[in-house]
């Protein structure tokens, strides 16, 4: 088997993404926020834009709902 080597926009976008993760006061702006993160990742690791906000919007409401102290 090869190695697997990370490209740097790939590790940026995910450091992106958590950082942007568990932000947002309202259920809209968490979902917003967490789209748009979903799909800046999706993007430079080069996925489908759409699944990658759908999956960042979902993940993002779902968190900060569970842990509204958190966010």
Known sequence: MGKRIFK????FAVAALLGLSA??????E???LGGAAGAGTSVATGGNPATGAAVGAAGNVAYCQ?????C
């Open 30 to 32: 968490q979902a917003l």
């Open 66 to 70: 569970t842990y509204p102290e958190r």
């Open 23 to 28: 932000c947002g006061d309202t259920l809209g």
């Open 8 to 11: 740097p926009t790939a590790v």
